[in-house]
């Protein structure tokens, strides 16, 4: 999620835990920079590989058992800045880093990107999908009570600010289940039996919910207007093909490009989308987009018959046609002509 985010849930989390008796700065500093420390993988880079970014980002700063590593160096760090003011040593701080840590972790977990929480056990990548990346409405009520409880030293404040997302994130799964069970019963009714299915929800909103379905060889997108206690509506969007080892135009096997559009599978899940473009195809990844409607992906592997990696590139795509806004607009209102009642 956005790092303001992560560093209200770290404040918060920090003075609710802090020690009786000891500096409510100092636990809030602490778990402060714990909540911000696993996003400290987006340094890891490398000219040499187009995928660097991909493979290790949320992989083991996000996981569990790096906890105590986070927590320790910000109970450290926040002891050092407050050595003159603050007895308790890093010891007494050791708990809010450690909960401003989890917060962050868990809060990922929420998204739709996928997290490595289990990792050196497993490289599996936890996803609940339930929380857009950036949510405003999430944000600002926990933003305003960490900051008034910082300034009050409440616990209280803090406490409150902690259920108020909590019971946020849990009415996105309530969302998720029910724009899913939704689908599904779409799907039957037309006779489509899809082999994945998948639901993402959409930009500062836990209404508007994208959908992807994989059947006879194409992805299919569309979007999902889920008003809690009101019918679900559904706008069918764009279509594209799936990417196989068998697709037309993909490098020689062994070659730099196989070993790229390999490891971006392993990033993708395979949900791989395909499509050719001039001297090259592109594989991306069908699930992430600017539109819910749009099979667009926001990042795609370009790879030319060769293999070379001088021919194989990593491709951002966050560009917007005329009219888009329009369009996510009409969808978020309801006024999209599309919609269709599912019934």
């Known amino acids: 999620m956005d790092n303001v985010t992560h560093a209200a849930l770290g404040i918060a989390a920090g003075i609710a835990v802090h020690r009786r008796g000891g500096s409510v700065s100092a636990a809030a500093l602490a778990a402060l920079l714990a909540a911000e420390a696993p996003d400290l993988d987006v340094f890891i880079r490398s000219a040499d590989d187009p995928l660097v970014s991909f493979r290790w980002h949320r992989h083991f700063t996000h996981s569990f058992v790096f906890m105590p590593v986070w927590a320790l160096l910000s109970a450290w760090i926040s002891a050092w800045l407050f050595r003159r003011t603050h007895n308790g040593g890093w010891r007494s701080l050791f708990l809010p880093g450690l909960v401003g840590t989890l917060t962050h972790l868990l809060c990922d977990g929420c998204t739709s990107y996928g997290t490595m929480l289990l990792w050196p056990f497993t490289e599996a990548r936890y996803a609940w999908d339930c929380l857009p990346i950036i949510d405003l409405l999430a944000t600002l009520p926990l933003l305003v009570l960490a900051i008034i409880a910082w300034r009050k030293h409440s616990a209280r404040l803090a406490i409150y600010g902690l259920v108020w997302f909590t019971a946020y994130a849990s009415l996105g799964l309530w969302q998720h289940a029910r724009a899913e069970r939704s689908l599904r019963t779409w799907l039957a009714q037309k006779n489509i039996e899809p082999e994945r299915l998948a639901l993402k929800p959409t930009i500062s909103n836990l209404i508007v919910w994208r959908a992807v379905w994989l059947n006879d060889g194409r992805w299919q997108v569309a979007a999902l207007r889920n008003v809690p206690f009101t019918s679900t509506r ?15 135009g993909n490098p020689p096997p062994y070659s730099e490009g196989a070993h790229v559009i390999a490891d971006f599978s392993r990033f993708t899940g395979g949900w791989n989308s395909y499509a050719v473009v001039p001297g090259a195809i592109t594989v991306g990844d069908i699930r992430f987009a600017m539109l819910p409607t749009s099979s667009r992906p926001l990042w795609s ?43």
């Not at 559904?234 to 037309?248: I, K, Q």
């Not at 293999?307 to 309801?334: C, E, Q």
């Open 301 to 343: 592997v370009r790879c030319a018959p060769g293999g070379g990696l001088a021919d194989t590139s990593l491709m951002m795509d966050r560009g917007l046609n005329d009219g888009d806004w329009t369009r996510l607009a009409a969808l978020l209102t309801g006024s999209d002509p599309r919609f269709i009642l599912i019934k």
């Open 234 to 248: 559904l706008v069918v969007g764009e279509s594209r093909a799936a990417w196989s080892a068998t697709s037309a």
